[in-house]
């Protein structure tokens, strides 16, 4: 039997009660972390497993979490059952902000985490413990902010504080709540994965920009009045790129080419972010 491998990391579970959303950040010395690592589901709780990591922690840990289980039963319940656990890691918050972490006595070194309202940080074959303490100052520090943005902040600090001591190869965000992701048809608010680069976290950063870009949301009254002057620009700019006719017809074909179609809603108002897009096409 092959041996399994370590996705030796350093992870952050977290949520923001407030938004409702819960979600989960990861980098790691190992290809496609976001394959293993990071578990959640809205109203529910968030997961990381990780170290000699149980995969079934992921799936097995939430639906303790939909019974009502505090995160520190969570974590008890998995760990107590699991053989491997000596060799296992575990972060957990649950549906209420509660956390709980877990570090196996084998966990290579430097291995442990913290807890604290509303996140579980933990990382194992890390240079030192700043790793861990920057997760939790970062999160702490940036309470207001969305999650995820708060989340790649706690990202860029632990890796700033040493990371994880084998070098630099995957990262992945996941943050989650119900009904605000793809055309409210969908619980996954954020799902990016880099599976195998030199600087992970960075290009995280920079797909994030992406997401925020395309499906970010703008508050519906800071969208612009399409005036007869706007209405005559957007008209006169979308001909220029080949979109004639209609207004309407031809800003949407234009939005779904380059994927703002979650952006427009009709044409007497429109959102600041498309307006620029095109502006700078």
Request: glycine share 12%; with cysteine.
């Amino acid at each position: 039997m092959a041996e399994q491998p370590i996705v030796a990391t350093y992870s952050i579970a977290a949520c923001d009660l407030d938004a409702g959303q819960w979600g989960v950040a990861t980098q790691s010395k190992f290809l496609a972390v976001g394959s293993v690592v990071p578990w959640a589901e809205p109203g529910v709780g968030a997961i990381a497993t990780q170290a000699y990591a149980n995969p079934r922690y992921g799936p097995a840990g939430l639906a303790l979490l939909r019974e009502g289980l505090a995160a520190s039963e969570v974590v008890a319940r998995l760990t107590e059952a699991d053989d491997g656990r000596d060799e296992r890691q575990l972060g957990v918050v649950d549906a209420t902000g509660g956390s709980a972490t877990y570090t196996g006595a084998a966990c290579m070194d430097w291995a442990g985490g913290l807890t604290g309202p509303e996140f579980a940080a933990q990382g194992n074959i890390l240079v030192g413990e700043e790793t861990v303490g920057a997760l939790a100052r970062t999160f702490t520090a940036t309470g207001g902010r969305p999650l995820a943005e708060r989340l790649l902040e706690c990202l860029a600090a632990a890796q700033a504080a040493g990371g994880d001591r084998r070098g630099q190869q995957s990262a992945a965000l996941l943050v989650v709540e119900r009904d605000e992701g793809y055309a409210g048809l969908s619980d996954v608010l954020v799902d990016l994965r880099v599976d195998d680069h030199a600087q992970p976290v960075s290009e995280l950063v920079r797909l994030h920009d992406i997401h925020a870009l395309l499906f970010g949301k703008t508050p519906r009254a800071e969208w612009l009045e399409v005036d007869d002057a706007l209405r005559a620009e957007l008209e006169e700019r979308l001909r220029r790129l080949g979109y004639d006719g209609e207004l309407a017809a031809a800003l949407a074909a234009w939005a779904g080419t380059e994927n703002l179609e979650e952006r427009v809603a009709g044409i007497e108002r429109v959102d600041p972010v498309v307006l620029a897009e095109l502006r700078a096409r």
